[in-house]
């Protein structure tokens, strides 16, 4: 949606999108939707190599809320709930669009995976999530919706997603926990299962390139998706369209979730050239 179309869906409501690294990550994607239709954002980045991109970013959207927050540490997370806090009081939205795990441990076998990084996987990419979540709970008196972000390698098993899969299958069933917790207090929470969209993160990812060819040439809509319709998505979720969805997975993937086998009409590729000539 440009901000020609802008319905102001989002006027008057402030929230805090976790996960920016930079103009590519899905968090920016839904920054931009959502401050399109009237938003203002808070925004977090992790760490002094993102702060240089992230400082940009924030001043495009007019945020002067921009925070450097590691969410394995609490004292970090509480640290920003706090200021946003002094700053706003309360908030309408949280977005956590973060996932980490070792890149050695994102090709192989899962069954190698280590007892060290399967704890700071499932740490960062499914409790941050409850973490976060809670704080942000505290600061919604009169309701207000959440969105994390997720990937069909919770659901089936997917080339080199590996202990991401697992963590994504925690994360998804976290999100019904946490809507049930906070659905009596007037809070949605929901996940988007994005499909697979060039970024940092998924750049770690083993064969990311041929994942993403075979997701064009077989979802149903024979292409990829954008950070923008992830964003649009996002606003749907995040807005007063969404009133009535909370505990959901919801796919914006393409429809690729749906396939069970190569396409006919898709050419067969292999994972070095990307595509094999017939
Ligand atoms: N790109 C895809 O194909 C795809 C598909 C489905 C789901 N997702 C999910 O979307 C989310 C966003 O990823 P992205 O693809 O935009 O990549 P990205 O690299 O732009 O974003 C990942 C973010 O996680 C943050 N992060 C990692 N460890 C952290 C920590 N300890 N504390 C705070 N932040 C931390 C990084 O700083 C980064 O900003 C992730 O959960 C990812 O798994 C991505």
Known sequence: M????????????RGLIMGLANDK???????????????????????????????????ELGSNLLFDCDVSKEESVAAMFAAIGDAWGKID????????????????RYVDTTHENFLKTMDISVYSFTL??????????EGGSMVTLTYYGAERVMPHYNVMGVAKAALEASVRYMAEDLGKENIRVNAISAGPIKTLAASGIGDFRYILKW??????????????????????????LGSGVTGETHHVDAGYHLVGMKAVDAPDIDVVSGRKDA
Not at 2 to 13: A, I, P, Q, V
Not at 93 to 108: C, M, P, T, W
Not at 132 to 141: H, L, S
């Open 25 to 59: 990550s899905i968090a920016w994607g839904i920054a931009k939707a959502l401050a399109d239709q009237g938003a203002e954002i808070a925004l977090s980045y992790q760490g002094d190599a993102m702060k240089k991109r992230a400082e940009p970013l924030a001043k």
């Open 132 to 141: 976060v979540g809670r704080y942000a709970a505290a600061m919604m008196p």
């Open 93 to 108: 939205f949280l977005v956590h669009a973060i996932g980490y795990s070792d890149k050695e441990q994102l090709r192989g």
């Open 2 to 13: 440009s901000s020609s179309e802008r319905s102001g869906l989002m006027d008057g409501k």
């Open 215 to 240: 997701n064009e040439l077989n979802s149903p809509l024979r292409r990829n998706v954008t950070q923008d319709e992830v964003g649009k998505s996002a606003l749907y979720l995040l807005s007063d």
